[in-house]
């Protein structure tokens, strides 16, 4: 596609690209969408230094990229949602309820060092997530770290030996939420006594063709807990290796947040990401607030039941 109103810094040498062009002052025209999702279905991340949206505009402009996911399943579980009256996002802050930065030995702390591995946002639901909108409310001091990390799952599968690739050719893969948190919070007591097997998995093909691209995909994450017709240790002893893998230096970069209003906006159909750690953990502020778009291509729904059905909490 010829890029006529966007310019583009890549950030990596096979994907990822900070985007310049887009005014978010007002609604972003149509035409301009269209060069976004363009530049998402070729680099599968784009950086939006200073967007400098609000909550409501945050919502509105992802809207224009399909069907936004919500919070709504959550909020009748009991969750207070601290981004009222804003359903369409999600809290991915280190914040409380009542906006406290959460401690470190605290459950919702624990809970969340899942997002610190390499994943897809929602492989773990019936339908699963296309693009997210990742905004940054308030950051910590620069240099106590927080950047988001990125791998190319596109660029690794094409890099697979032709062994492999018929191996895994039509391998299922159950994704678990609890799965991955128990992964990141091995001595989490909460975490050891939850069963992964007791819950809903989303069940979605290892190799698939990323529509917007035409290109080949490994869809992956550490939500995947088992493979169709394996055991559960040849299973993760296949997976640990993919994952190994396609998170190689030479397939991942990281996105520094340098100011509030940042956004990074990636298609999680063909590329993992990970929240990176650092000394802002317990002690200053990360306010990220997420919106998130619905896969709106046709294997969206993997081999899962259409249903509103949502697992775990974000």
């Not at 997210?132 to 660029?155: I, N, Q, V, Y």
């Not at 299922?172 to 819950?199: G, Q, T, Y």
Request: hydrophobic share 35%.
């Amino acid at each position: 596609m010829f890029f006529s109103r966007l310019t583009f810094k890549p950030l990596h040498p096979t994907f990822g690209a900070e985007c310049y062009g887009v005014e978010f002052s007002c609604a972003v025209d149509a035409k301009t969408v269209e060069e976004i999702r363009a530049g998402l279905a070729k680099y599968g991340v784009l950086v939006f230094r200073q967007a400098q949206l609000d909550d409501a505009r945050h919502v509105a402009f992802a809207g224009q990229l399909g069907e936004l996911d919500d919070s709504t399943p959550y909020i009748k579980a009991g969750r207070k949602h601290r981004l009222a009256p804003y359903t369409e996002l999600f809290d991915v802050s280190n914040l409380d309820d009542d906006g406290n930065v959460v401690s470190t030995d605290s459950l919702r702390f624990q809970l969340g060092l899942g997002n610190g591995l390499f994943h897809v946002d929602s492989a773990f639901n019936p339908r699963r997530a296309g693009y997210s909108l990742l905004r940054a409310h308030e950051l910590p001091p620069k240099g106590t770290g927080g950047a988001t990390a990125f791998a190319d799952t596109r660029t690794a599968y094409a890099d697979l030996d032709v062994d492999t690739k018929e191996m895994i050719k039509d391998y299922i893969v159950n994704h678990s939420l609890w799965h991955s948190r128990r992964l990141a919070a091995p001595d989490c007591k909460f975490l050891k006594e939850m069963n992964p097997e007791d819950h809903f998995m989303g069940r979605h093909s290892l190799v698939q063709r990323h529509e917007p691209s035409g290109r080949t995909n490994l869809y992956i994450a550490h939500h995947a807990h088992h493979i169709d017709g394996l055991s559960f240790e040849e299973s993760q002893e296949t997976i640990h290796k993919l994952l190994s893998y396609a998170t190689q230096e030479k397939y991942t970069f990281e996105v520094e947040w340098e100011n509030n209003g940042d956004i990074i906006i990636w298609d999680n159909t063909c590329v993992m990401h990970k929240a990176c750690r650092g000394s802002f953990e317990g002690k200053y502020v990360r306010d990220m607030r997420r919106a998130t778009v619905h896969d709106g291509s046709s294997t969206a729904w993997g081999l899962n039941e259409q249903t509103d059905f949502r697992a775990g909490m974000p």
